[in-house]
């Protein structure tokens, strides 16, 4: 099985059980062994799949303002979950290939893989979720036309990204691509980089 293929797999499972649970406040139930790298992409899928429906309440034009204020605290939580967990993956794929010599020309890529593995969680939420909107009952004809010429897009998407993501493992594998992880250094959750912040002190 490809590694695109099995994230792909567990971002399902993940993504299967928020669904089951529907809440932003359920409990994770990680089946997998903690610190495996399963265990890393489980999680990842369901910090995504909560931050998604956040971002849907979020935007409820009949929202309590204290409410929304809270939410977004909630969302730039989440965003730096992710981040950190994101490095944490690259930093199982340092380690997995940390004895690989590149190659004199080898090339350094535009992303890391965990972030390619980022953006096919993603991508699996949004294959999930116009699935549903094609399955809606209540909507038009023209409605679910829109909504499968979408999903078609998407299941295209996803092909392309877990080929360029197994091709990319395959040439650091092989030396001919080299990984190169920058911290994200978010300045503004930072209480000393922020001047909102630390002008308040």
Same mark, same amino acid.
């Given at each position: 099985?490809?590694?695109?293929?099995?994230?792909?797999?567990?971002?399902?499972? @993940?993504?299967?059980?928020?669904?089951?649970?529907?809440?932003?406040?359920?409990?994770?139930?990680?089946?997998?062994?903690?610190?495996?790298?399963?265990? /890393?992409? /489980?999680?990842?899928?369901?910090?995504?799949?909560? +931050?998604?429906?956040?971002?849907?309440?979020?935007?409820?034009?009949?929202?309590?303002?204290?409410?929304?204020? @809270?939410?977004?605290?909630?969302?730039?939580?989440?965003?730096?979950?992710?981040?950190?967990?994101?490095?944490?993956?690259?930093?199982?794929?340092?380690?997995?290939?940390?004895?690989? +010599?590149?190659?004199?020309? @080898?090339?350094?890529?535009?992303?890391?893989?965990?972030?390619?593995?980022?953006?096919?969680?993603?991508?699996?939420?949004?294959?999930?979720?116009?699935?549903?909107?094609?399955?809606?009952?209540?909507?038009?004809?023209?409605?679910?036309?829109?909504?499968?010429?979408?999903? @078609?897009?998407?299941?295209? +998407?996803?092909?392309?990204?877990?080929?360029?993501?197994? +091709?990319?493992?395959?040439?650091?594998?092989?030396?001919?691509?080299?990984?190169?992880?920058?911290?994200?250094?978010?300045?503004?959750?930072?209480?000393?980089?922020?001047?909102?912040?630390?002008?308040?002190?």
């Amino acid at each position: 099985m490809n590694f695109s293929e099995k994230c792909f797999r567990i971002f399902e499972q @993940a993504t299967e059980a928020y669904h089951a649970a529907d809440s932003v406040d359920a409990t994770v139930h990680n089946p997998y062994a903690v610190k495996s790298i399963e265990f /890393y992409l /489980y999680l990842k899928n369901w910090i995504d799949a909560v +931050q998604w429906h956040l971002e849907d309440i979020i935007r409820d034009p009949e929202i309590d303002p204290v409410e929304a204020l @809270a939410i977004k605290r909630r969302i730039d939580k989440s965003n730096q979950d992710r981040t950190d967990l994101v490095e944490l993956i690259d930093s199982f794929f340092l380690d997995k290939y940390k004895q690989v +010599q590149a190659l004199p020309d @080898a090339t350094i890529n535009t992303e890391s893989p965990a972030w390619a593995v980022d953006r096919l969680s993603i991508l699996t939420l949004k294959i999930y979720h116009m699935r549903e909107e094609v399955n809606r009952p209540d909507v038009t004809p023209e409605h679910k036309n829109r909504c499968e010429s979408k999903l @078609a897009v998407l299941l295209e +998407q996803k092909k392309d990204l877990s080929l360029a993501l197994d +091709q990319l493992l395959s040439d650091i594998h092989a030396g001919k691509k080299y990984m190169k992880v920058y911290k994200q250094m978010k300045m503004y959750n930072d209480p000393s980089l922020n001047p909102v912040l630390y002008g308040k002190k």
